[in-house]
């Protein structure tokens, strides 16, 4: 392997703009690995961690903020995607690292139909029973949905009124 020749100004911006290992660098320059681990020390040059950093990701960012909202285990993901603008791989990709990290909510981003986030915003704000609410937005199984959610573990209040008592 050689010596770096006047491409040090080079190596320098590579290391602060990429996360290249140090051996694909080596390759680039036509030095080994440990010369490129050297010129870093010699010269106080930190590397990028490689891999996702949430700190820096604006969709990360906005997920954690969307998951701290009032209810927003209730949201869905049509509605995330969205808000986001991102695309729903996107958005469920980062979701799944987001809650492995225990950054949201196990629940959040669950839902997966825009009808059954409208019933479950009804159901919040009108005082109708879950029956009606379920006619409303045309879900005709939305006591089972409702059932469903609870037995998972769903923090779903009781209904707000109760007809025929």
Aim: glycine share 8%.
């Amino acid at each position: 392997m050689g010596v770096l020749n006047g491409q040090e100004d080079d190596l320098v911006k590579d290391l602060e703009r990429t996360t290249l290992s140090l051996e694909k660098l080596g390759e680039r320059y036509g030095v080994s690995r440990q010369a490129i681990h050297d010129f870093c020390k010699r010269q106080g040059i930190r590397r990028k961690p490689k891999g996702h950093q949430i700190v820096e990701c604006l969709l990360c960012q906005r997920l954690i903020q969307m998951s701290k909202k009032p209810r927003s285990e209730f949201i869905s993901i049509p509605t995330i995607v969205k808000e986001t603008r991102a695309s729903r791989a996107e958005c469920l990709s980062h979701l799944q690292t987001l809650r492995d990290k225990g950054l949201v909510g196990e629940k959040f981003g669950r839902l997966r139909s825009k009808k059954v986030e409208k019933a479950y915003a009804i159901y919040f704000t009108e005082r109708l029973s879950i029956r009606a609410t379920g006619r409303k937005v045309g879900l005709k199984n939305l006591p089972s949905i409702i059932k469903k959610h609870r037995q998972s573990g769903w923090n779903v209040p009781s209904p707000l009124s109760v007809y025929g008592r």
